[in-house]
């Protein structure tokens, strides 16, 4: 063999073994990646909240984020009822003012120190004194410790409602460390420590936030049911992206980029749902509103609040505003009707009932004289304004004058408060775990609510004795305010829609209130 042959032997044996060993790093390297992936969950969110700390940002998103790493007292099961959670049981009195948390024991914080009743104690009093609703409807909540796993709440006055406040998800009752409650500012908590299957890791303003499995996470050993039940973490790392522009969101589902999108917009809904490598979810959110002006103008007559109520056809202002039948529902309560301790048709027969005729009856008994109607939307939601669209229309058959008025969101929400330039706004309003909360009964919210046998019978649901009671109470209400008092006009009901890509194999997304779950999700295999 002469050494020209033999030095191209050995050039071409290094050079097989060179690109032996890169294949064997690359292939390497890509079976890392392909490992992390498996460990990622990568979610698209449609806004960034300031803040994480539940009693200091009452926005969804911070909720969606926050929900896997604080726990609460209570929560809500699939159905919007209250049950315990970080709480095993709870005892009440007779009078109903005082009520005791029996907590469940070894349940640790992400700091790794175990949850007793001082932290439960400073963490709820901190609740009572910044949530809204609970100074509204409950005066002076008191909360003090019995033992170390024991946690006493006093009432001013018993109400029914009281538990669902506590399991709510709007300014929740998140359970944190005694220090950190303690060492919390005016801008809020300075440290994120839960008890939550996921612990706090960091937050990129503009760019994500990162939670990661907690090891030690104290789980129920029961049947996942709504926010209630078993929490699995299923997998390692979650990343919460902050994307605002809905068509950067829905391509990066598209591409992989990302794993599962919030707030599809309706007009892409179809062509997702044509998309053999993404399924969507849809979940009822809360109600188109028409909030009728019962303080001035037009509309303080409740004979003219009949009348727009007796010509709107409902169905036709859906279809408008929404498209696809899937994305919305015709239903007479002012309640989600999925929620069981709610749900009813009473006043049903007011609703939807496209009667120009005798919409001009009534406008004729009202002596109304022609005067111009001011309706008031946004078209940063198209659904909204597209709905005024129709409504505009409907009233134009029985000879009503509209002026229809749109702003961006921001103004639109100035508007609201300002009594004497608007007779109808449309918007929509969140489905809510008690009727308590409703929106459309506030005095002080867009409408200015306000007659006695509205507080008469809100009083009796909240005090009944048990929730049988307190329905049928509920119910003489709702027939009240379809028949008799027309507040304002819930359209229907309509969704929140989350798409996932073809990594995902399980996601739960619940009726509103519950809404979806981050825990429990699970990938393809």
């Excluded at 129709?390 to 009233?395: D, I, P, S, Y």
């Amino acid at each position: 063999m002469n050494l020209n042959r033999t030095l191209v032997i050995l050039f071409i044996t290094l050079l097989s073994l060179f690109l032996l060993a890169c294949g064997d790093e690359s292939e390497t390297s890509t079976s890392k990646e392909s490992e992390a992936d498996n460990d990622e969950l990568k979610v698209a969110l449609s806004a960034q909240p300031n803040t994480f700390d539940p009693l200091m940002n009452t926005a969804v998103v911070a909720g969606y984020v926050g929900g896997n790493v604080f726990e609460t007292l209570m929560t809500l099961d699939s159905s919007g009822k209250p049950v315990p959670s970080l709480a095993e049981s709870v005892e009440s009195s007779e009078d109903g003012k005082t009520h005791t948390f029996k907590l469940r024991e070894n349940v640790t914080f992400h700091n790794g120190e175990e949850m007793t009743a001082e932290d439960v104690v400073a963490s709820m009093n901190r609740w009572a004194e910044m949530n809204k609703k609970a100074a509204d409807l409950f005066g002076e909540i008191k909360f003090e410790e019995v033992d170390e796993y024991q946690v006493e709440m006093q009432l001013d006055n018993y109400a029914l409602d009281i538990w669902d406040l506590i399991a709510g998800r709007s300014q929740y009752a998140a359970i944190m460390p005694k220090e950190i409650v303690e060492s919390a500012d005016s801008v809020g908590v300075t440290e994120y420590i839960g008890t939550g299957p996921y612990e706090f890791v960091e937050h990129k303003t503009d760019q994500y936030v990162h939670l990661t499995k907690y090891d030690d996470y104290a789980m129920i050993d029961e049947p996942a049911d709504g926010r209630a039940g078993k929490k699995e973490a299923f997998i390692e790392d979650l990343y919460f992206y902050f994307v605002t522009d809905p068509s950067t969101r829905t391509a990066g589902l598209q591409t992989g980029e990302y794993d599962i999108i919030d707030n599809v917009p309706f007009e892409s809904y179809e062509r997702l749902e044509d998309d053999p490598n993404i399924t969507t979810h849809v979940s009822l959110t809360g109600d188109l509103m028409m909030w009728f002006n019962k303080k001035n103008g037009l509309l303080s007559d409740v004979t003219n609040r009949k009348a727009i109520n007796a010509v709107m056809d409902n169905e036709e202002i859906m279809m408008a505003a929404f498209s696809v039948e899937d994305l919305y529902r015709l239903d007479p309560g002012y309640m989600n009707a999925d929620l069981e301790n709610w749900a009813s048709e009473a006043g049903a027969e007011a609703y939807n009932q496209a009667d120009p005729e005798k919409a001009k009856q009534l406008l004729e008994e009202s002596g109304y004289a022609g005067e111009p109607l001011t309706i008031i939307t946004s078209k940063d939601y198209q659904y909204y304004y597209d709905a005024a669209v129709v409504l505009q229309e409907q009233l134009k058959q029985i000879d009503v004058e509209v002026e229809l008025e749109n702003y961006d969101w921001a103004t639109y929400l100035e508007k609201l408060e300002v009594d004497d330039i608007w007779d109808i706004a449309i918007s929509g309003a969140s489905y809510q775990t008690t009727p308590s909360q409703l929106l459309v009964l506030q005095s002080n919210w867009a409408g200015w609510t306000n007659h006695p046998r509205i507080t008469e019978l809100l009083d009796a649901v909240r005090v009944a004795e048990d929730q049988e009671e307190a329905k049928a109470y509920w119910e003489e209400l709702q027939e009240f305010l379809w028949v008799d008092y027309v507040p304002g006009t819930p359209v229907g009901g309509f969704s929140d829609i989350f798409a996932t890509s073809d990594r995902i194999a399980e996601f739960n997304v619940y009726p509103s209130p519950v809404g979806p779950t981050w825990w429990n999700v699970q990938l393809a295999d």
